[in-house]
């Protein structure tokens, strides 16, 4: 169940190659999975990397499973279910977040599309069987109230960028709302804006922010105001009438099939499987 396997994302591209192409820096991430205290089921690389409008100094977001042993979770101490931790690795800022297997499943159940995105990055650093039953398992948990993570997460960014003035947080916004639209049509996770921006009606301008913000992680954004808050407001609506419409049921249906996977991965580590 968590044999490891050879990394490698859709299509005929290695993991190294859409590293390569998504514009990580050239660093070994091995290493960084294989000092965790515990077995990583899979870590994928999550931000801006993963979202199609990274800086050339933006940090690297990596994101995965540890699995605890079960002595961790049933005796009287809190199990380390989240684990967190930055720190810069040959001069480029790493941020790794990970949570256990059990805590990981209960995030998927609760329309979080986030931890969806995490789990289906094609920017794969390590990846084992488990991993591959496990995103298997992840449309069966896709419900129409994904829309809710997305639009409150739009709204999250456009204050922050009504704050700040950042480029950044403008993009986020026009990212999740678009990635909310596509699922709700298409029961597709997409999490890459350029990608999105040729599946989805998205404002002319949003190609050339992209190049923007590769000049600078946190520069300002040199935009209408009145403008994108029209196309952020006319957006809102499209997810609105997108959720009305889309085809994807009310409530998760992978509950059951994602306990006996949880099950069988935890006793297969008791068992030294």
Do not use: C
């Amino acid at each position: 169940m968590g044999r490891e396997r050879a990394a490698r994302g859709p299509g005929s591209a290695t993991a190294a190659e859409r590293l390569r192409q998504a514009g990580l820096p050239e660093i070994d991430l091995a290493p960084v999975v294989a000092e965790q205290p515990d077995p990583v089921l899979f870590a994928t690389v999550s931000g801006a990397h993963l979202y199609g409008f990274p800086s050339r100094d933006s940090d690297v977001d990596l994101r995965g499973v540890h699995l605890l042993p079960a002595a961790a979770l049933v005796g009287l101490h809190e199990p380390e279910e989240t684990r967190s931790r930055m720190w810069e690795r040959d001069g480029v800022e790493m941020d790794l977040v990970t949570h256990d297997l059990r805590k990981f499943v209960r995030l998927m159940l609760r329309r979080n599309g986030y931890v969806l995105e995490q789990l289906l990055s094609p920017l794969v650093v390590h990846t084992s069987d488990a991993h591959a039953e496990l995103a298997a398992l992840a449309p069966a948990v896709l419900t129409g109230h994904h829309a809710h993570h997305y639009r409150g997460f739009a709204t999250t960014q456009w204050r922050l960028f009504e704050r700040s003035g950042e480029l950044k947080p403008l993009l986020y916004t026009f990212r999740v709302l678009l990635t909310g639209i596509h699922l709700m049509r298409s029961g597709e996770v997409q999490a890459h804006l350029p990608t999105l921006i040729g599946s989805v009606a998205a404002p002319a301008y949003l190609p050339d922010l992209v190049v923007a913000k590769a000049e600078a992680e946190h520069g300002d954004a040199d935009v209408d105001h009145a403008r994108v808050q029209a196309d952020v407001e006319a957006l809102h609506a499209v997810l609105d009438a997108a959720q009305a419409e889309t085809e994807l049921p009310d409530a998760p249906a992978g509950y059951e099939a994602l306990h006996d996977f949880l099950v069988r991965v935890r006793l297969a580590q008791r068992g030294g499987g």
